[in-house]
């Protein structure tokens, strides 16, 4: 299926697009001559993917609830690790400045990890890595199918669209939850999708009704 996909959005490498194929393959596209270049093979299913912040790495998980860590220039794996505490894992993310991934699970669970240790092979080479997480946010209840950092890196959301007004903003490096926004009046419904603008001055969501929420963020001067 090519239905779902992530984009690398690295100015200084090629731009590609990474597909959540069949029987845990990973179809790699380039948008400049819109052919393949390489297919990823892992186990079980594939869920979710994100591109490293210089485009040069794929991390991508699953039904199984095992990250791999993808060379993009040889095609490699360079690494497995187990996303702790998840059975499966629903999202991945990567921060702009190359320092953090963030993955989710259908729990609600959203683990945060230091980039680098994802890349600390296991003592073991028949078994994958177990790096701990930076910080396990356990702010949401249903499965989070959606995480995104913004430009500077300062800001992560996430989201669930299994039930209404299920999105937190956290703050980096603390990765601590705002409790000022949103609160229990934000009407944003079930979000189904958002973006931060380039700047960071805006924040917009999607929501199951079709609508699309625009918030401004007052600490960004640039939109």
Not at 76 to 90: I, P, Q, W
Not at 143 to 168: E, G, P
């Amino acid at each position: 299926s090519f239905e779902s996909f992530c984009e690398s959005v690295c100015p200084t490498s090629a731009p590609l697009l990474a597909f959540y194929g069949n029987e845990g393959h990973i179809p790699i596209v380039s948008l400049n001559s819109r052919q393949p270049v390489a297919t990823l093979k892992m186990n079980g299913s594939v869920r979710c993917a994100a591109f490293s912040s210089d485009g040069t790495q794929l991390l991508s998980s699953g039904s199984d609830g095992t990250m791999y860590v993808w060379d993009l220039r040889t095609h490699r794996c360079l690494n497995r690790c187990v996303d702790d505490g998840a059975l499966s894992t629903s999202s991945l993310a990567c921060s702009p400045n190359g320092k953090l991934a963030a993955t989710s699970s259908a729990s609600g669970v959203v683990n945060l990890y230091n980039y680098r240790n994802l890349l600390e092979r296991s003592s073991s080479k028949f078994l994958p890595a177990k790096p701990a997480p930076v910080r396990s946010l356990m702010n949401l209840t249903t499965d989070v199918d959606n995480l995104l950092f913004n430009a500077d890196s300062q800001i992560m959301a996430m989201s669930s669209r299994m039930t209404k007004d299920a999105l937190r903003l956290v703050h980096l490096p603390s990765a601590t939850v705002f409790s000022n926004w949103p609160t229990s009046k934000t009407p944003m419904h079930c979000v189904t999708s958002m973006a931060f603008s380039p700047g960071g001055g805006y924040f917009a969501i999607g929501n199951a009704k079709g609508r699309a929420l625009l918030y401004r963020l007052h600490h960004y001067t640039n939109a």
